[in-house]
C-alpha cells in the first residue's frame, strides 16, 4: 500500500471516530436539555440570593441543577459536537464553518468562565457556618456578585456563550441545505430552532411576561431536543460511511 493509501485510510478512521464521539455528543446534549426543562419546572429556581442559599442548604443536588449545572456537561459536549460538524460540512463552506466553530468555541469558553455552581455551593456552605452578620453580608454579597456574573437569561442577564453557539448552530444548518450529507429537514429544523434562540433576546428587551416566555421558551426547547437528535443520528450514520470507505 502507498504512503497516499495509508493517509487517506488513517483520515477516514480518524473522521470515523470523531463522527461518533460527535454524535454521542450530540445525543447527550439533547437528554440534559430534556432534563434541565423538567428540573425547572419541578423546582423552579430561587429569586434572591438568600434563597438560593437555603436551597443550597437544604438540598445540594437540587440547588446545583437549579443553578444551571447541567448546561456544564452541555457545553463540553458542544465542543465535540461543533468539531464533528465542521469536518462533516467544512467542502461545503468552509469559510462559514470556520466563522460557526470559532463562533462555537468562543462561547463555550465564556458560558464555561462565567457559570460555577459549585462556586455557589462553596459560599451557601460558608454562609451556613459564618458566625457574625459581617460575615454572613460579605458572603451574601459575593453570592449576589457570582448570581450575576453567571449572565443566564433566567435571572435578566444577557447569556453572551449562549448567544454566540446559537449564532454557530444558526450557520451550521444554513450549510446543511447545501450539503448531501444532512437532510434538508435537518437545516430547517436547525435555523428554526436557533433562530428562536436568538429571537428570546429580542423577547426579553419587550416583554417581561412568563406566558410569552413559555410560548418562545418551550417550542425553543424542543426544536432545539429535535436538531440535536437529528444531528447526532446523522453523524453516527456518518462515522459508519466512512468506516466502510476506509476499507475499501
Known sequence: MTNQGINAETADSTYQNL???????????????????????IYPPPVTISDWFMLFQSNNV?????????????????????LALYMALRKNNASLM?????????GIGVF?????????????NQYA???TDAERS????????LLSNTNQRA?????????????????????????????????????????LS?????????????????????PNALLLVIWYVLVGRRLFHLGRSERKMGSQ
Open 138 to 145: 460579605t458572603l451574601l454579597a459575593a453570592g449576589l456578585a
Open 19 to 41: 463522527f461518533k464521539i460527535g454524535g454521542m455528543a450530540a445525543l447527550v446534549v439533547a437528554m440534559l436539555i430534556l432534563g434541565e426543562v423538567v428540573v425547572l419546572a
Open 112 to 124: 464555561l468562565a462565567t457559570n460555577n455552581p459549585f462556586a455557589m455551593l462553596s459560599l451557601s
Open 98 to 106: 470556520v466563522v460557526a466553530l470559532a463562533f462555537a468555541l468562543l
Open 198 to 218: 436568538l429571537a428570546d433576546y429580542i423577547r426579553q428587551a419587550l416583554t417581561p411576561s412568563a406566558i410569552v416566555t413559555l410560548l418562545v421558551v418551550l
Open 155 to 195: 435571572v435578566g442577564g444577557f447569556n453572551m456563550g449562549l448567544f454566540l453557539v446559537s449564532a454557530a448552530g444558526l450557520i451550521v444548518s444554513s450549510v446543511m441545505f447545501r450539503s448531501n450529507s444532512f437532510c434538508r429537514s435537518t437545516a430547517f429544523v436547525g435555523i428554526l430552532a436557533h433562530g
Open 62 to 82: 437540587i440547588g446545583l441543577l437549579d443553578f444551571w449545572g447541567l448546561e456544564v456537561p452541555m457545553y463540553l459536549m458542544f465542543i465535540l459536537m461543533f
Open 129 to 131: 457556618t459564618a458566625t
